[in-house]
């Protein structure tokens, strides 16, 4: 038997009989869900990276250096999400190994105690690892490979991309590194030993805040001092042009899944879609699938933090506060200090949210209107984590709590044959020991004798 062309790539392959026949290469092209450049009239986004017609966000603000790398990941994309190949073995590890479809849950208790519109859950925190992020870590390491890099290296704020990148790098043999913030590495330990598990260098970034963007502005440190050997798998839908458009189309297969789902089982199209915005990619991964499906609205919730009137350093509204400015190789609504033009201190709950930027096609979403931004204060996500967790039994990520908490708001309001499907983008596993120690005497948690925390290892 003639080698699979994957043989010679060291990844895991497939015998004949289990890759898509002939007659089903239509529908693995269409189930792949990387054809969305084109929607409301107009490129996102264009050739050179800027959305919309007046380009106003976008592009690749990188150094001269730069630029050829930029412009080499790009060129490989646009050819391997083309490639049969490419597009088999996405299809198939999805499906086997990532474990899509995942489903769609009504809430039915938590939906009859608000009263009001039916709540729905895309169940991505059933995913291989937690959450959302493998599904574009999967896809870029799989490009990775194609490519001829040895490496992959990422940011992570909350753990979860470092994790699912740290997995995929791990399946398809790539060495690992993952800069994360020193405040989020010790916030979010669990998911440090899980990417060590995996055999990824992880690397603290003890500048700044020491979150999220000081993750960003270190692993773009190291990526450009070798940028031949590795490849920038970007944790959302930020940075310079490839990657915002890649990160969205890795992630889009969510919303079609969910648009073939919900229409199954409801016989039309959800009234709203919901979904936390930090970059931005999870809730684009829902929303791609129904852009021109103008019935349906799109609410995108940040985080208010503390609250909005507190001013900088209490919040992570970039959309809602922010102003277009150019921040990690792109154009976008940023938070900004009033006094330095820099990027503002911020603050929020939820790791993964706390990023003073935003993702290009965002930006573009708020002055085109096609997405409602919406906000949730830290004591609306914090009640959101629990109600749902015990309405239905599902705990979910504090980021994802920032949507389910707008959904609790605005259910009440509407009527009963409304529907809502909100985007559940991970699992609150890595949430539970911070919000107990924090908020858990609010909600009943006892935190006396052997409760009061982990037993240590030496201990009998």
């Known amino acids: 038997m003639a080698p699979s062309p994957l043989d010679t790539l060291n990844m895991p392959t497939y015998e004949i009989q289990d890759l898509p026949t002939s007659k089903d290469n239509e529908n693995v092209d269409q189930d792949t869900c990387l054809e969305n450049s084109e929607a409301l009239g107009t490129s996102l986004p264009h050739p050179d990276g800027f959305f919309g017609e007046a380009k106003t966000y976008g592009g690749a603000f990188v150094p001269p250096a730069l630029i050829p790398i930029m412009q080499e990941v790009d060129k490989a994309y646009q050819v ?85 990148l740290a997995t995929c790098a791990a399946l398809c043999n790539l060495e690992c590194e993952i800069h994360m913030g020193g405040r989020d590495v010790r916030k979010e330990w669990p998911n440090v030993r899980r990417m060590q598990v995996l055999g990824a260098t992880v690397v603290p970034a003890l500048a700044g805040q020491q979150s999220l963007k000081e993750a960003v ?13 590795m490849l920038f798998c970007i944790g959302s839908t930020v940075g310079p042009h490839p990657f915002p ?16 789902q919900f229409a199954e089982r409801t016989g039309k199209l959800p009234d709203y879609l919901m979904a936390c915005v930090g970059g931005g990619c999870n809730s684009l991964g829902l929303f791609t699938a129904f852009l021109e499906d103008e019935d349906v609205k ?5 985080p208010a933090g503390r609250g909005l009137t507190l001013g900088q350093g209490h919040h992570s509204a970039t959309l809602t506060l922010g102003k277009p400015s150019v921040i990690h190789g792109m154009k976008c609504y940023t938070l900004l200090d009033e006094e330095t033009g820099e990027p503002a201190p911020i603050y929020c709950c939820a790791s993964g949210l706390h990023y003073p930027a935003v993702g290009p096609q965002h930006s573009f979403f708020k002055d085109s209107g096609r997405v409602e931004y919406q906000t949730a204060t830290d004591k609306e996500v914090v009640n959101a984590f629990f109600e749902l967790s015990r309405s239905d039994g599902i705990i979910p990520a504090l980021e ?61």
């Open 80 to 164: 391997y999400k083309k490639d049969p190949v490419f597009l088999k073995h996405l299809y198939l590890l999805r499906r086997d190994f990532v474990g899509r479809p995942s489903p769609v849950f009504h809430c039915r208790q938590l939906s009859k105690k608000l009263g009001g519109a039916q709540i729905y859950l895309k169940r991505e925190d059933l995913n291989h690892t937690g959450s959302h992020k493998i599904n574009h870590c999967l896809g870029e390491c799989l490009l990775a490979k194609r490519m001829g890099k040895k490496k992959v290296i990422a940011e992570t704020s909350a753990g979860q991309h470092g994790v699912a």
């Open 217 to 229: 502005d270190a692993a773009f440190e190291a990526y450009i001092a070798n940028p031949e050997e």
């Open 245 to 260: 458009m890649m990160v969205r189309d890795f992630q889009a297969v969510v919303g079609f899944e969910a648009k073939k």
């Open 298 to 302: 799109m609410v995108g919730v940040e």
């Open 400 to 460: 994802s709590s920032h949507a389910v908490a707008y959904a609790i708001k605005l259910a009440p309001t509407l009527s009963e044959d409304k529907t809502i499907l909100v985007n559940l983008s991970g699992r609150g596993d890595k949430d539970t020991d911070y919000v107990c120690d924090v908020y858990g005497s609010e909600y009943g948690i006892s935190m006396e004798g052997l409760l009061a925390g982990p037993p240590q290892q030496n201990e009998a």
